[in-house]
Structures are given as structure tokens and as C-alpha cells.
Nanobody, 122 residues
Framework: QVQLVESGGGSVQAGGSLRISCAAS????????MAWFRQAPGKERELVVA???????YYADSVRGRFTISRDNVKNTVYLQMNSLKPEDTAVYYC????????????????WGQGTQVTVSS
């Protein structure tokens, strides 16, 4: 019932910053648990950050202190601000929404965007 479209990916040098966006339509992102996942070549898709409908937050250890998730409810958009980027952050980043219980498991998220590529060079 909700569609998600990511944007804002690109290439950046190590130490730089990037903000990627997830625009929702057909439903309010504030009514869902929202998350950003990423997947690098040859690796499993992993949870980067999640925010519950109650605003409980989860950050992966690898990004805590560098990445921040935020909402703009007027624009119905969720953002991921990425600072101090490292080459190991290179991946396709996916926005996801879940309508059920807030967990860190990938199957808790029912709706997915198409992904946006983030490439960090050293």
C-alpha cells in the first residue's frame, strides 16, 4: 500500500558526506517502521538504521555516530545523512517500510524501494 523511491546516491571520496532520500507515496511513512538496508557485492543485505513508529532507533555498530536517520512528515520522506564515509560503506542502499512489530530482521519489512548506489572511493 506504500511505494518507496530512493534517490540521492552517487560517488563521494572517503571522509565525505552524502544524504539519500526515501520518498513514500500511497501511505504515510510515519505510520510505518522505517529502515535503511544496504547490500554490497557478494554480501548479504544488512540493516543500517531503523526507526520505529514510536521513534525508537537502531543503528548498526558500523555506522553509529556517522549516520543519522530523519523524517520529514510534510514531504513524506525519510532521509539518511551519511557523514565520514568510508570505502566499506559502498553498497546499494535500500529503503524499507514495515507495518508489523519493530524488529531488526529483514522479513519485518514489507515494502521496499529499488535501491540507490553509494560509492565511496579512497
Amino acid at each position: 500500500q506504500v511505494q518507496l523511491v530512493e534517490s540521492g546516491g552517487g560517488s563521494v571520496q572517503a571522509g565525505g558526506s552524502l544524504r539519500i532520500s526515501c520518498a513514500a507515496s500511497g501511505g504515510s511513512s510515519s505510520s510505518y517502521n522505517m529502515a535503511w538496508f544496504r547490500q554490497a557485492p557478494g554480501k548479504e543485505r544488512e540493516l543500517v538504521v531503523a526507526i520505529a513508529r514510536s521513534d525508537i532507533l537502531y543503528y548498526a555498530d558500523s555506522v553509529r555516530g556517522r549516520f543519522t536517520i530523519s523524517r520529514d512528515n510534510v514531504k513524506n520522506t525519510v532521509y539518511l545523512q551519511m557523514n565520514s564515509l568510508k570505502p566499506e560503506d559502498t553498497a546499494v542502499y535500500y529503503c524499507a517500510a514495515g507495518s508489523g512489530i519493530f524488529t531488526r530482521t529483514i522479513n519485518a519489512y514489507n515494502y521496499w524501494g529499488q535501491g540507490t548506489q553509494v560509492t565511496v572511493s579512497s
